[in-house]
């Protein structure tokens, strides 16, 4: 997991509403709300920090959390928000970011 | 999706958040319709720093959904900066263009920047009609070669057919040449007021009998034409009435036209603002005009909260009632519409006409028999 990064895709539009980071897939207009974890883990995607460090960094550092939890977790939210087209995933720092 | 789109336009209502924001870059435009309602001439626009100003503010704002209109957006020659400008604000981008100054070029860079949807203005499958209208001779087959290019790309194109006297009996054609090329098609039975109140284009409004069929035809409706033209149940309920919002304009939607003057809608021209020299997220708050459209329930409306349509069947737009003269009185494009929908004659037709006191009677007939009421009404206009 230490070599996973992970970068926003640029096919999608995003915007907090209300304290709650609502996307717009513009691939197939489907609309999403993530939750708080999802949230960190975007807000980290800059396609050069490894998804390691962001869960350090945003969920373990800010929250009382067991660290392979939250990196199963994290695991888990960066798969399905890749099935949906929101992050890209690479075992390489992505360098295109919208 | 309806759902949390549905959650999320709440939450927007209930913080005062502008979800949705049409920015018209320029009035210019390639094109000379007949049904325009703009000036075409440049009165000042916004220039590429102001509009990238203006779009950061909107995004602290919380503007989500951001029409990129016009005029033709494609004569401002920093379109492609400012599109790219807001893709990086994270908005979700709709355009609307006639795509005649789409080719290749156009539509890779439109392509990579991920719009939406592409909204592209189509009058008539045949040229001699859809030319006529824009008065720019082969503008029809310019416009079909640009949307070729979008659709080829993976870009969602939507043609937007308004109907008019001379285009109308040509809607199915251009609905098979959406079908045809791989766009999407959407279809607007009104002719508005020109921008300046010049009310003379309404003559191009489509006669009543062909609204009626309009309003009939299944392939238009998305719904069964038995359900959407089913007869009003009703006034609504005082209570109901106090917390019912007659649309979005004020409450989560504004316009921003090329010269930074900001109205509640593209069709309800009060202004309220200019960013040049007021903050866009100050005159969302706190302009008076902002706040008292946004003040208004259909318990307000003097006219339509007593009307048998206000409980779902009517499309009242306050702009089109304010630009004929009271924002808060009905709208008689929108009362036509209710009526060639179904069948029954609203409390605004009832008013125009002075039988004011008739209005009762509607309901209670209506709701037991809708067309005989229809015409006995109508026979009293």
Redesign the interface.
């Known amino acids: 997991m230490s070599h996973v990064y992970v970068a926003r895709a640029k096919e999608v539009a995003a915007r907090m509403v209300g304290g709650e980071l609502m996307i717009l897939s513009a691939r197939d207009s489907k609309l999403f709300s993530l939750n708080e974890t999802a949230t960190l883990i975007w807000e980290g995607a800059d396609g050069a920090t490894p998804l390691s460090e962001i869960v350090d960094q945003r969920i373990c550092g800010g929250f009382e959390v067991d660290r392979a939890v939250a990196f199963r977790d994290a695991e888990e939210v960066v798969e399905g928000l890749a099935q949906h087209g929101i992050l890209k995933v690479s075992n390489l720092p992505i360098e295109e970011t919208p | 999706?309806s759902t949390?789109?549905e959650?999320?336009s709440a939450?927007?209502l209930?913080?005062g958040?502008p979800?949705g924001v049409q920015l018209d870059l320029t009035y210019r435009c390639n094109e000379r319709c007949v049904h325009c309602y703009l000036d075409h001439n440049d009165q000042g626009e916004m220039n590429t720093a102001e509009i990238k100003d203006l779009l950061e503010q909107m995004?602290t704002a919380?503007?989500?959904f951001l029409t990129i209109s016009g005029g033709e957006i494609l004569m401002r020659r920093d379109f492609f900066e400012i599109v790219e400008y807001a893709?990086?604000l994270?908005?979700?981008?709709k355009l609307k263009t006639n795509a005649v100054m789409i080719h290749e070029a156009e539509a890779d860079r439109i392509q990579a920047l991920?719009?939406?949807s592409v909204q592209v203005s189509i009058y008539s499958h045949r040229p001699e009609v859809h030319d006529a209208i824009t008065k720019l001779p082969g503008s029809l087959k310019k416009s079909l070669a640009g949307t070729r290019l979008l659709v080829e790309r993976g870009v969602?194109v939507i043609f937007a057919n308004v109907l008019m006297r001379d285009n109308f009996q040509d809607y199915s054609g251009v609905q098979a040449l959406a079908a045809e090329v791989g766009a999407r098609y959407t279809v607007d039975p009104t002719i508005t007021p020109m921008m300046d109140g010049d009310r003379s284009i309404l003559n191009l409004n489509i006669e009543r009998a062909e609204l009626e069929q309009v309003f009939r035809d299944s392939s238009l409706l998305g719904t069964s034409a038995e359900e959407f033209c089913a007869p009003p149940s009703g006034a609504l309920a005082e209570e109901d009435a106090m917390d019912t919002l007659p649309c979005s304009a004020s409450h989560t939607f504004c316009y921003v036209s090329p010269y930074g003057d900001v109205y509640p809608c593209v069709q309800f021209p009060l202004p309220t603002g200019n960013v040049r020299t007021t903050r866009f997220i100050d005159i969302w708050k706190h302009s008076p005009q902002m706040n008292e459209v946004r003040s208004i329930t259909v318990n307000d409306l003097p006219v339509c909260s007593t009307c048998s349509h206000s409980s779902g069947s009517c499309t009242r737009c306050p702009g089109l009632a304010y630009m004929e003269g009271n924002m808060r009185g009905p709208s008689s494009q929108d009362c036509e519409k209710s009526y060639a929908r179904t069948g029954v004659v609203t409390a605004g037709m009832m008013a125009r006409h002075g039988a004011k006191s008739s209005i009762g009677l509607v309901h209670i007939q209506g709701s037991l028999k809708p067309p005989f009421v229809a015409q006995a009404n109508l026979s009293q206009l």
């Open positions: 999706m949390l789109l959650e999320m939450t927007a209930r913080l958040i979800l995004a919380g503007v989500f893709r990086g994270m908005f979700c981008v991920v719009p939406e969602k």
